[in-house]
């Protein structure tokens, strides 16, 4: 596609339940990432994916979170027993060298 | 310990003045750096970029940054800004051949009519 789609664009969930954020990056791209960005705050960065290697989970803040990425495209970040902590805009970003990313508009998750 | 500094969280300035946001990176090299802006309610978008070669890069919106080895800075700069400068702005630097992008805290602009 034109840019880096993420969906869906707003979820409201209860405390407890698990999530699904999905992103759809540029095609070709092949290095994908998320962050995460809380109300007043930076980036804190979550997940990368480069090609079929494996993905680097460093930024990942507790085992409720996960993240793949299928046939090197599409990603969904999960997030499981939601906490009110979680709530936050989750962005997506991909690029094809890895330098100077191009960025999704986000997932608004607010956790009630 | 890598890190990318913002020193300002919120920078208020008036339409037409110009505009300094500070950016500081502590890594043990030469790290590709950028500055993205964000928009409330909207995604990031690349301003510009530096990988190499002249260190005063040119980006959009009539932005520009200088790269200062000596000082490890990437200051972006605006000689008049716009009322619709107003956003988020974003400090970021990868390393090479790392492909992991780290982020600064990020400076808010507040433009005065």
């Known amino acids: 596609g034109a840019g880096v789609s993420q969906s869906p664009s707003n979820k409201v969930t209860e405390k407890g339940k698990d999530v699904e954020l999905r992103c759809d990056p540029i095609?070709?791209?092949?290095?994908l990432y998320w962050y995460r960005q809380s109300l007043g705050q930076g980036l804190e960065f979550l997940i990368y994916?480069?090609?079929?290697?494996?993905?680097?989970k460093s930024g990942l803040p507790s085992d409720r979170f996960s993240a793949e990425r299928t046939g090197g495209s599409v990603s969904t970040l999960t997030i499981q027993r939601t906490q009110q902590e979680d709530s936050a805009v989750y962005l997506c970003?991909?690029?094809?060298?890895?330098?100077?990313?191009?960025f999704g508009s986000g997932t608004r998750l607010t956790v009630v | 310990a890598q890190s990318v500094t913002q020193p300002d969280i919120h920078i208020t300035v008036s339409e037409g003045a110009s505009l300094e946001l500070r950016c500081n990176y502590s890594?043990?090299?030469?790290?590709?750096l950028f500055w993205y802006v964000q928009s409330p309610g909207q995604g990031l978008q690349l301003l510009l970029k530096?990988?190499?070669?002249?260190?005063l890069v040119q980006g959009i919106k009539g932005f520009e940054a200088e790269f200062k080895r000596s000082q490890s800075s990437f200051n972006l700069r605006k000689p008049s800004v716009h009322w619709s400068d107003a956003a988020e702005y974003f400090c970021?630097?990868?390393?090479?051949?790392?492909?992991?992008?780290?982020f600064g805290a990020g400076t808010r602009l507040t433009v005065k009519p």
């Open positions: 890594y043990g090299a030469t790290p590709y």
């Open positions: 970003a991909s690029s094809w060298t890895g330098y100077g990313y191009t």
């Open positions: 970021a630097v990868v390393m090479y051949n790392n492909n992991d992008m780290r």
């Open positions: 095609s070709g791209h092949t290095a």
């Open positions: 994916f480069q090609g079929n290697s494996a993905p680097d």
């Open positions: 530096y990988f190499s070669g002249d260190t």
